[in-house]
């Protein structure tokens, strides 16, 4: 079986870049195809894959700007020749799913999400623009939103990261998808030995992510908090936090870790397609508090591993940890709910998935030509 794995972008390491590696640990004589690829922003193991670039990869500060070059992305991923592929495996938050592949060929896209910025955040997105670049955008995203409906009709089967994603490809794609939640390293996220009297927020500071509520909640609460991350917003939230509140901006693992077992709660204020770092807190035995939308709604147990506010205000904010200061909470309990979304179970469940699609496959084909 020739197979060849797909993906957006691999500029820093996240979430969705998990997945290639499991992937690859899968499929290790797979390629790997993307726009853009940042060796210095990823892990050392990536050297050593067989990465191929589109030529995105030699356009002016492409492997920093690499969104600004989104209506050519389309164009991008439909030049790579995939021909002579059994299966092809494509991670997908934008564009990736759009490989051309032919009918002896079976592709299977493990969705993150749907466009974000093409459909119901688009919006949102546009909002935060001037009236030009509104104007600019608009003209764009409408041949794009265009191209993405069509092109997942090039996916023979999907594979949605959670409940909520599985509703928007049905939403936005018509198509039915099959759920298998992403990997988390429960592994090294354990419990600590001892709880300290601070909340955490681990998160991107960039505007839907939330982080300014959590700040202004806490800053009138006078409560501790501390708060780990980096990013556009860094500054102006700062600008709102009260004595109480500490920014310590990017930590790495060891440090994060760290923090997170021993927190009092976990704070995460944003609607995400699934959130993995909430699954991290768990993993630790720290409860949540999180905003009830989206992907928390699938990994935090209401008022067993965590609690919901359900407006994203800084009022509500305030009324939940008011709520989770009257609550108690099991942290085995939550560790073993945590555990259910481990890198082994994703694994397992993953390959499963794969080879029994692909069986499926073969078999229609034989019996297409009568073998």
Excluded at 12 to 35: C, Q, V
Excluded at 121 to 148: C, P, Q, T, V
Excluded at 326 to 339: G, L, P, V, W
Aim: proline share 5%; aromatic share 12%; with cysteine.
């Amino acid at each position: 079986m020739k197979v060849a794995i797909v993906h957006d972008w691999l500029t820093i390491y996240g979430g969705s870049e998990s997945i290639i590696r499991i992937l690859h640990s899968l499929f290790p004589d797979a390629p790997i195809y993307t726009t853009v690829y940042d060796p210095e922003n990823m892990p050392e193991d990536f050297r050593q894959m067989d990465i191929r670039t589109s030529f995105l990869q030699k356009m002016p500060f492409a492997k920093k700007k690499y969104t600004s070059y989104l209506p050519l992305m389309p164009y991008a991923f439909e030049q790579f020749d995939l021909t002579g592929y059994d299966l092809v495996i494509s991670s997908n938050t934008c564009c990736s799913k759009g490989v051309i592949t032919g009918p002896d060929t079976l592709h299977i896209c493990y969705c993150n999400t749907p466009m974000r910025y093409g459909w119901e955040f688009y919006h949102e997105y546009a909002g935060r623009k001037n009236k030009l670049m509104r104007i600019f955008i608009a003209s764009k995203m409408k041949n794009i939103r265009l191209w993405d409906r069509l092109s997942a009709d090039r996916v023979d089967t999907f594979i949605a990261n959670s409940k909520n994603v599985a509703r928007r490809i049905r939403k936005h794609y018509h198509r039915e998808s099959h759920v298998i939640y992403p990997p988390v390293r429960t592994g090294m996220f354990q419990k600590g030995d001892r709880q300290e009297d601070f909340y955490l927020a681990v998160s991107r500071l960039v505007p839907y992510k939330r982080i300014d509520l959590v700040v202004e909640a806490f800053t009138q609460l006078k409560l501790p908090l501390k708060v780990i991350g980096d990013g556009g917003e860094f500054q102006a939230i700062s600008a709102k936090a009260g004595p109480n509140v500490e920014m310590l901006g990017r930590l790495d693992d060891g440090q994060v870790l760290s923090y997170m077992q021993s927190c009092k709660a976990f704070l995460f204020p944003g609607e995400e397609d699934f959130g993995i770092t909430p699954i991290e807190a768990q993993a630790c035995g720290r409860p949540v508090i999180a905003f009830g939308k989206g992907g928390a709604l699938e990994t935090v147990l209401k008022d067993k591993t965590g609690v919901f506010f359900y407006e994203q205000t800084k009022e509500a904010v305030m009324e939940a940890v008011k709520r989770f200061e009257t609550m108690t909470f099991d942290s085995d309990e939550i560790r073993k709910h945590a555990q259910s979304f481990s890198e082994e179970r994703f694994t397992e469940e993953l390959y499963g998935f794969i080879m029994e699609q692909y069986q499926a496959f073969l078999d229609q084909r034989k019996k297409e030509i009568g073998v």
